[in-house]
């Protein structure tokens, strides 16, 4: 049972490249998340999807984006990375009914830009 | 603006000493309040808590939610090197958004 599995596991880079991170559950949930980490500040929420089709800004949505692929698929975008989007990001996934249940997190992405 | 202050940031603890991790909350549409443990990887579920009052107890580990003032504990008691962690609380709400405190990182020395 693999659960919540994001690709990749370590990212390098350039200032004003982009990239897409990829997020994956197995466990039919409807509700999906994008976590931001930095050292001392906690998960931060980028964006979250309550379903599949709908998608919400959450506490740092600027220099993102994020697709609902399907229910079982959400990616984030980033446009042109900077330095300041150097960190460990995680995604999330609960089933149920909304804000009823535990959420489960895939292993994260340590993203650097450099 | 949803808003999760969690206290102490930090604490330095010797084995067997009990704690209190408070966790105080403003979240529109409040629906439960979860606690995770994070070891240097993805945070593990600790804790759901949906009414006022009532304790849940796992082993050493019990937390407890006042609806009423908006605050959670997790309370450790006899800790151990092994609970040494970054303790996160996160009130979920039931449009789905869920948030997470700055998380009290626990330091436990033999």
């Known amino acids: 049972n693999a659960g919540v599995t994001q690709t990749p596991k370590f990212q390098v880079l350039k200032t004003g490249q982009s990239m897409t991170l990829q997020c994956a559950q197995d466990?039919?949930?409807?509700?999906m998340y994008w976590y931001r980490q930095d050292p001392g500040m906690g998960l931060r929420l980028i964006y979250y999807?309550?379903?599949?089709?709908?998608?919400d800004k959450g506490e740092v949505p600027n220099g993102y984006n994020v697709s609902r692929l399907n229910k079982r698929e959400f990616s984030l975008r980033l446009e042109s990375a900077a330095p300041s989007q150097t960190s460990v990001y995680f995604c999330?996934?609960?089933?149920?009914?909304?804000?009823?249940?535990?959420?489960?997190f895939g292993q994260g992405t340590r993203l650097t830009v450099v | 603006e949803d808003k999760v202050v969690q206290s102490p940031l930090s604490l330095v603890v010797h084995e067997g000493d009990t704690v209190t991790l408070n966790c105080s909350y403003e979240?529109?549409?409040?629906?439960?309040l979860l606690w995770y443990k994070q070891e240097k990887k993805a945070p593990t579920f600790l804790f759901m808590l949906?009414?006022?009052?009532i304790e849940k107890k796992s082993g050493r580990l019990s937390s407890i939610l006042d609806k009423k003032e908006l605050f959670s504990i997790l309370n450790i008691t006899a800790t151990q090197t092994g609970d040494s962690a970054v303790y996160l609380c996160?009130?979920?709400?039931?449009?789905?958004?869920?948030?997470f405190g700055q998380g009290t990182t626990l330091q436990v020395k033999p």
């Open positions: 999330a996934s609960s089933g149920g009914q909304a804000g009823n249940t535990e959420a489960f």
């Open positions: 466990m039919n949930h409807n509700s």
């Open positions: 999807s309550a379903s599949e089709g709908t998608t």
């Open positions: 979240v529109t549409n409040f629906r439960s």
């Open positions: 949906t009414s006022s009052g």
């Open positions: 996160a009130p979920a709400s039931n449009t789905g958004k869920l948030i």
